[in-house]
């Protein structure tokens, strides 16, 4: 079986995944418990075949069993893919509660909340995944109607994000994908400007993306094209972008490694991950295209039937906490994003006049199945 026969059984297995929560209704971690470690090692595209990784000693099943006092040692079990280093002290300090952290790549994160939806061992899910969470809320698994005392300071852009049913909440917000060159190649006259220059011949070969079955990001990237143009018309897009001899890896960071190897010299990558090799003096350019940039929003539920409801509610309105975000921004990995609320100062050299743009959750959770299924047929092709 080759390598792209793996990736479309890896993208099928989490199009299954997607139609069963539809039909109820709907980084690069620092740390040694990062999952797929294998994945992100290699620039080739690959699969998720890596489960996720627990920080604590504790199981989720263990953590999830009794209860403690509020605060005093109590075990919430949260589910994630990026900042687990960061939150998890920040989060014991403040408040008494203890963090089991379970850390992966979106597939892996939401493989694993789906083989345990009869006995869920999660508490939170805190992603930037906002379709895939979304379908979660649709298929009745996220507690609804709370709302943080934190969401008050959210801002104008992340009120657009919260659901009418309350399900989850914005912590802030990304480019899924800018363009980003080689300067080595490419000019600024010559280079791509806007996402229509990638699917033309004159960067034939040497585009790369991410996996959107794969990588938490690349789903609300290339969703936001298929709402803008409607179905017929992303397909058309892709199709041409894929023709033109793209390239499609695993995450980001694969997408990265590409990039600087020569293997490819333009990319739609992650910002965060753009704006580190810009950092690390490596010779690229970022482009914001005029028309926009999807956005991939990381948004945090709480599970349902949680027993621990009170450490939950905590967690999130630390997650809102300026306090917090202004630490992920100066800290994290992943940390060129909008916050979500007021108070937080971005990234002193992340472009001021970003524009992001980003499809509706609803409409990108009832079309991600037909969506992942079409980039799985034409990857294979």
Known sequence: MNLMQHRKL????????????AGCGNANNN??????ATASDTAAPSSAAASPSVSAEASPSESASASTPAGNGETLTVYLNDFDTIVKPMFEAQTG?????????GAEIMSRIEAEK??????VVWMDAMPSIEGLGKAGQLLEGWEPTAAAGLTDFAKSFVPANKAYYPTGAHAAGVIVYNTKSFGAADAPKSWSDLADAKFKGTVGMADPAVAAPAYPFVSWFFQDKGIEGGQSYFDG??????HVYPKNPNVAKALTGGEIKV?????SNAYTLKNDGEPIEIVWPEEGAPASVRVAAIQKNSEHQDAAKAFVEFLLDPKTQQALIDQG?????EPSVTGVTAKADRNPNA??????????????AEIKKWFADRSVK
């Open 355 to 368: 524009k992001l743009v980003a499809a509706d959750a609803s409409w990108a959770s009832e079309h991600e």
């Open 241 to 246: 972008v894929l023709k033109n001899g793209a």
């Open 333 to 337: 990995d992943e940390s060129y994003f």
């Open 118 to 123: 009869g006995n869920p061992h999660w508490d």
């Open 10 to 21: 890896a993208a099928l297995a989490l199009i299954g995944l997607s139609l069963t929560a």
């Open 97 to 105: 509660y203890k963090l089991n952290i379970v850390s992966g790549n």
């Open 31 to 36: 740390n040694s418990g990062t999952a797929a």
């Open 267 to 271: 990319a739609a990558l992650q910002e």
